[in-house]
């Protein structure tokens, strides 16, 4: 039986909250356009809007809550009863195979080299890239999560922002990784204007997106059954613009970078401990404890390359993300 229903009604290691009050948020303009035409498409967290930039079609957050970067910058403490386990090698991490999934991509195209991961989070996949073979550091701004990184997992781990990096990293790169994290950035071109003066001459980018076609997909389906979620379909406490394939290109493209590969990877299989203990937990759940959403997301997954053939190539509503592989223009 489950002993907690509400997404976020668990412990966690975070800063979020359930609701966010108007004096908490703040209005933006388009990240891609600067156009302030926007029209609602969902409300959560009270307060918390994402819209559709008017001009250019883009998804984003607006109203945001004010500094959404800081929600990971919890207690040490508690983000490390979340990951115990796996610090301990007694667990794997639930999100390894999507880790080593796009690690084997990435070595397609460079197999080898210095590889930055942003925004590394506690090092997850910045373990893996360094077991196989890359010299891998990463960029962490949470105090707390690079910590764990450093202390824990004993990963090189810059406590910064992208941009605070200094000039001796400048061109230094030959993979820049960004998974589940640009979809953080409140200002993705100037963030793509670091990345560029990061990256060496011949480098890549590789850029891993919820698809907001997917969450545009789920929020129908619900509405259809006559359910609309208070939070978490978004995860717009966190989540600051929500890219399609084609909005994710146009911005990589206005930045000076040329996408040599668009597709999508396998969905994250979320643990569902919190559920049944209250308490979230970063190691997977048995497959019986969740098993209609587990088989949900695989079934959408292989049923998104059948979609991605009818649609000519475009990435449609049943795939769960979008990744990107990108270079600098000639």
Not at 103 to 121: K, M
Request: charged share 25%; glycine share 8%.
């Amino acid at each position: 039986m489950r002993l907690i229903q509400e997404s976020h009604d668990y412990a966690r290691g975070g800063t979020q909250k359930d609701e966010y009050s108007e004096a908490e948020v703040l209005e933006v303009p388009c990240p891609l356009c600067a156009s302030d035409q926007r029209e609602r498409v969902f409300t959560e967290h009270k307060s918390v809007g994402v819209s559709r930039c008017v001009a250019c079609g883009l998804l984003y957050t607006s109203p945001r809550i004010r500094a959404p970067e800081e929600v990971y910058w919890g207690d040490a403490e508690r983000y490390y009863e979340e990951a115990r386990l796996i610090f301990e090698g007694k667990r794997p991490h639930h999100r390894d195979p999507n880790y080593l999934e796009e690690l084997r991509l990435i070595r397609q195209y460079q197999p080898s080299g210095r590889l930055l991961d942003v925004g590394c989070n506690m090092g997850m996949l910045l373990r893996h890239a360094v077991r196989m073979g890359w010299e891998a550091v990463g960029v962490e701004p949470s105090p707390s999560l690079s910590q764990l990184a450093r202390e824990r997992l004993g990963l090189t781990v810059h406590n910064c922002f992208l941009h605070e990096l200094p000039s001796t990293h400048d061109a230094r790169y030959d993979i820049v990784t960004m998974s589940d994290v640009f979809e953080h950035i409140c200002e993705p071109r100037e963030f793509l204007r670091e990345v560029a003066r990061l990256l060496a001459p011949e480098g890549i980018v590789y850029v891993k997106v919820p698809n907001a076609r997917w969450n545009l997909f789920k929020q129908r389906m619900l509405a259809l059954r006559g359910r609309r979620p208070a939070q978490g379909l978004w995860d717009s406490y966190e989540h600051v613009v929500h890219y399609t394939d084609a909005t994710l290109r146009g911005m990589l493209e206005s930045c000076g970078f040329q996408v040599v590969q668009l597709t999508f990877g396998k969905p994250i299989q979320t643990p569902a401990w919190h559920e049944y203990v209250g308490h979230y937990f970063q190691y997977p759940t048995p497959w019986v404890l969740d098993w209609k959403r587990m088989l949900g997301r695989a079934g959408f997954y292989w049923m998104a390359w059948p979609q991605r053939f009818l649609l000519r190539g475009a990435i449609g509503g049943f795939a769960p993300n979008i990744v990107a592989v990108a270079r600098r223009k000639p």
